[in-house]
C-alpha cells in the first residue's frame, strides 16, 4: 500500500481514532473534561493547502461520487451563487489558519453550554453540549451544520448534520446534504489531535476517516475576512446563470498531476474503497494495475451507519400530520403530509400559499387557527398604565382586561393562492377558502353580481390553473376554483396583506404553463411551489406545457430575486413544494444540477441516441441516489429523464 502523505489508509486512522479515545492525561483522569479552548495552529493534516486536480487518492469513491467530482470544475466558484461559500465543514480543521475554540457558559452555573469554533472564510460554528435534540428533517441545512458534543472521558465527540452541500476537500470531490459528520476532539497538553469520520453513502463506499494535529499558540488563530461576492457571472461571457461543469468523459485534467509525479499508477488516485486496503497492494506491480485481480480482492471495508432513505424521507414528513416551522417575518411553513403550505399569519388574517390534499384540510384548519391564536390574537401582560394608554376606548381602567385576558378573536383565511392545478396544491382548496369570513359585509354585491361577497376567503392564481380545473374530470366544484386570475408575467394582490407586499410571478412552460412563484416581499419568503424540491428531481409535464428549459428559468428567477444574508447562507428563504426550508445555496445546487443532466441529455441526443438508448446511458448516475429515491414517490428517474428528451425534441 502506498504511504504518501495524501493517502489515507482506513484501518490505521480507525485504530489511531481508538486509541485518541482511550488515552488520558494522567492528572486529567475522575477530573473534567479538559479545556479545549484558546488558539489553535494547525500542524498536520494529511491535505494542506490545494491538492491536484483530480486527486482521489485515498478517498473511498463510488462511482457516482467519482463522477460527479470529475464533472465539477474548479470555475464553478467564480459564479455568483458560489464566490462567498465558505470552506466545507470537512475542510474548516485542515484550512489555512488553524482555528480558534470559545465557550459559550451559563452565566449562573458556569457550565459550558456550547463551544464556538472559528475559520478562515467560514461562519461561527457552536456545538452545543447542552443535551438539546437536533432538529426536525424539514428544517434549513447550514454551512456549519447542526453540531452536539458529548464528552467521553477525556474525549469530546461531536455529531453534526443538517450541513449543505459541499466538497469533501478542494480539487473536485463533493459531499451531498445528507451526510453525517463525526469528530473526535482529545487534548494533549498542548496539542490537539481532531479525527474526523464523514458517512456519506451518496459518494463514498465507506466512511471518510481523516486526522489533524495541530497546537495550542496564543499568538496564532484565524484570520477573519469578508466577502463582497461579484452579481454578475464570471463565467461564460456576462450570462449570471451560467453553470460550469464537465460532460462525462470530457475533463481534461485526470491523471494530469502524475506527469510529474509520477510514483503512483493512474487507477489508485481514482479513487474507491479497495485502494485504502493492504490487499491491493497485490494487484499493483510498478505502475501497473491487474484490473482483475482488483474485482477479485476481498476486503474488511467499514459500512454506513447513515440512513440517507430516512434522511431524505424526513425532509417532507409523510405521516399524515401537520407540522409547523417558523421562517420569518409574518410567514410559516405547513407540511401537511409530505406538501408544503406557505402561510401569513397576521392582524389582517391567513394568507396560504397552496392547500394541500382535502383529506389534510381539517388538520391543516386546525393548525392554522392555533397559530391565528397564538401570533395575532395572543394574551399577554398588561404594560400600559394611565389615563393616556394606546388601543383603549376612553379611560383605560375599565379595559385592562381586554389586554390581560380577553384579547378580539383573531381573523381568519383572506387569501388562497395555488402555485399551480396539482392535486397537492389545490385539493384543499374548498374547505381553506370557505372558513374565510373577511373584507365584506354580507349579501350579495355589486347589483348581485356576485353572490355573497366576503363569505369565503379569495382564491389566486394564474389563469391557466383556472382552465385546467375547470375541465377537469370529476368537476372541481365553482367554490373551490380561482376567482382571481392573471395573464401577466406577475400579479399584484392589490393591498398589503399582514402588512407586506405579495407578488406573484408567472413561471412559463416550467412544471406545466401555469406555474407561479409567490413572494412575500417584507418578509423576504419566496414559495416556489413544484419548480423546486429537494427530495426528488422536478416533475415536469410535458402534456400540461412543461419544460426542463421552463424549469431552469424558474430557478433561476428565484436566484434573481433572492438576496443572501451573509456568506451564501440565510437571508432570502424559499419554501419547496416538497422538502426542507431552503436558501439561495440550496436552490443554486439544484439549478446546478438540473442543468448539468439537461446538458448531458442534449449531448447525447446530438450524438443520435434514441429515448431508451439516452436512459440506459445513465445521465443522471452522480443524484440518483439524492433525488430518486422513495421519498420522490411515483415520479422515478425514468420519468424525469423521459421528461427531459421530449422537451428537447421539442425545442429542436
Known amino acids: 500500500m502506498y504511504t504518501r502523505d495524501r493517502t489515507r489508509v482506513a484501518p490505521l486512522l480507525l485504530a489511531l481514532a481508538a486509541a485518541t479515545l ?3 492525561h494522567p492528572s486529567a483522569q475522575g477530573g473534567r473534561p479538559p479545556d479545549i479552548t484558546g488558539n489553535w495552529r494547525l500542524d498536520n493534516a494529511e491535505d494542506p493547502g490545494q491538492p491536484p486536480l483530480a486527486d482521489y487518492t485515498g478517498i473511498p469513491f463510488n462511482a457516482a461520487g467519482r463522477l460527479r467530482a470529475d464533472t465539477t470544475p474548479e470555475s464553478i466558484w467564480d459564479t455568483p451563487e458560489y464566490q462567498c461559500r465558505p470552506h466545507s465543514l470537512p475542510h474548516q480543521w485542515r484550512g489555512v489558519g488553524g482555528a480558534r475554540i470559545l465557550a459559550e457558559q451559563d452565566p449562573l452555573t458556569r457550565e459550558v453550554r456550547a463551544y464556538h469554533l472559528q475559520y478562515m472564510r467560514s461562519l461561527d460554528r457552536p456545538i452545543f453540549v447542552d443535551g438539546r435534540p437536533h432538529p426536525p428533517g424539514y428544517a434549513p441545512h447550514s454551512w456549519t451544520g447542526f453540531s452536539t458534543g458529548e464528552w467521553m472521558g477525556q474525549t469530546l465527540k461531536v455529531t453534526t448534520t443538517r450541513v449543505k452541500d459541499g466538497y469533501l476537500k478542494r480539487g473536485g470531490p463533493q459531499t451531498s446534504d445528507v451526510y453525517t459528520f463525526t469528530e473526535y476532539i482529545t487534548r494533549h497538553d498542548d496539542i490537539l489531535t481532531v479525527v474526523q469520520v464523514v458517512d456519506d453513502p451518496i459518494y463514498l463506499d465507506e466512511p471518510y476517516v481523516l486526522s489533524i494535529t495541530s497546537t495550542y499558540d496564543p499568538m496564532a488563530g484565524p484570520n477573519m475576512e469578508t466577502c463582497s461576492g461579484s452579481s454578475t457571472g464570471q463565467n461564460g461571457g456576462g450570462d449570471r446563470h451560467w453553470v460550469p461543469h464537465f460532460l462525462p468523459g470530457q475533463n481534461s485534467a485526470i491523471g494530469e498531476f502524475l506527469r510529474e509525479d509520477n510514483w503512483i499508477p493512474l487507477e489508485p488516485t481514482r479513487g474507491g474503497v479497495k485502494t485504502l486496503y493492504p490487499e491491493y497492494r497485490s494487484a499493483v506491480n510498478g505502475l501497473k494495475v491487474d484490473a482483475a ?8 471495508s467499514s459500512r454506513s451507519a447513515n440512513d440517507v432513505a430516512k434522511r431524505i424521507a424526513d425532509q417532507s414528513p409523510k405521516d399524515g400530520q401537520v407540522h409547523v416551522l417558523p421562517v420569518q417575518g409574518n410567514i410559516y411553513m405547513l407540511v401537511a ?10 392582524h389582517d388574517g391567513i394568507a396560504v400559499v397552496n392547500t394541500g390534499s382535502p383529506q389534510m384540510s381539517d388538520k391543516i384548519l386546525a393548525a392554522l387557527d392555533q397559530l391565528a391564536e397564538t401570533v395575532a390574537a395572543r394574551t399577554a401582560p398588561n404594560t400600559c398604565f394611565g389615563a393616556f394608554c394606546p388601543g383603549t376606548w376612553g379611560w383605560s381602567s375599565p379595559y385592562f382586561n381586554t389586554v390581560i385576558a380577553s384579547p378580539p378573536p383573531p381573523k381568519t383565511m383572506r387569501y388562497v ?31 348581485g353580481a356576485i353572490t355573497a361577497p366576503g363569505q369565503r376567503a379569495t382564491i389566486v392564481s394564474h389563469v391557466n390553473v383556472l382552465n385546467r380545473l375547470d375541465r377537469s374530470t370529476p368537476p372541481v366544484p365553482e367554490d373551490a376554483l380561482p376567482s382571481d386570475t392573471y395573464l401577466d408575467d406577475f400579479y399584484k394582490l392589490s393591498e398589503y396583506v399582514n402588512g407586506e407586499a405579495v407578488i406573484l410571478y408567472n413561471a412559463p412552460t416550467a412544471n406545466t404553463d401555469g406555474d407561479s412563484l409567490v413572494f412575500f416581499r417584507h418578509s423576504e419568503v419566496i414559495a416556489a411551489g413544484n419548480i423546486f424540491s429537494t427530495i426528488s428531481y422536478p416533475m415536469i409535464e410535458i402534456d400540461k406545457g412543461g419544460s426542463i428549459q421552463g424549469v431552469i428559468d424558474g430557478l433561476n428567477h428565484i436566484l434573481d430575486l433572492a438576496v443572501a444574508e451573509y456568506r451564501s447562507q440565510g437571508g432570502t428563504w424559499v419554501i419547496p413544494g416538497r422538502g426542507r426550508l431552503s436558501d439561495t445555496a440550496d436552490v443554486a445546487s439544484y439549478r446546478n444540477m438540473v442543468v448539468i443532466i439537461r446538458d448531458r441529455v442534449r449531448d447525447l441526443t446530438k450524438k443520435g441516441m434514441t429515448l431508451e438508448q439516452v436512459k440506459a446511458a445513465r445521465p443522471t448516475m452522480d443524484f440518483d441516489a439524492r433525488y430518486s429515491s422513495a421519498a420522490a414517490g ?19
Open 22 to 24: 482511550v488515552i488520558v
Open 293 to 300: 485481480r482488483v474485482d477479485a480482492l476481498t476486503i474488511p
Open 337 to 346: 403530509d409530505g406538501t408544503n403550505i406557505t402561510a401569513s399569519i397576521g
Open 417 to 447: 393562492i395555488n402555485t399551480s392545478a396539482a392535486p397537492e396544491h389545490v385539493g384543499g382548496n374548498l374547505k381553506l377558502a370557505a372558513s374565510g369570513k373577511v373584507i365584506r359585509s354580507g349579501g350579495s354585491g355589486f347589483g
Open 634 to 652: 411515483t415520479w422515478t428517474t425514468d420519468k424525469f429523464v423521459e421528461a427531459v428528451y421530449k422537451s428537447l425534441q421539442e425545442k429542436k
